[in-house]
């Protein structure tokens, strides 16, 4: 009966929501956890949740190398 459940299509309204929970600053990191690796969450939202916090983690990886890189320049130049 489970795997029924996981298996649903997502309706437009479940998928707002869930847009909506996201965009809770530190609830929607947390909920990002939960639905990505929790059993009761639907495949699909599963799989979405999961690629979201790849791309998460790919955005923090690029701003500390590009942050790094202009601090790097600003304090080589010896003008700060």
Request: aromatic share 12%; charged share 10%; glycine share 8%.
């Amino acid at each position: 009966m489970m795997s029924e459940m996981n298996e649903r299509a997502m309706s437009v309204t479940d998928w707002l929501i869930t847009l909506i929970v996201t965009a809770i600053p530190l609830v929607g990191f947390i909920m990002l956890f939960v639905w990505g690796f929790g059993s009761d969450a639907p495949t699909s939202k599963q799989n979405w949740a999961k690629a979201m916090l790849v791309m998460y983690a790919i955005g923090i990886v690029l701003a500390v190398l590009f942050y790094g890189t202009i601090i790097g320049i600003v304090l080589a130049s010896g003008d700060y």
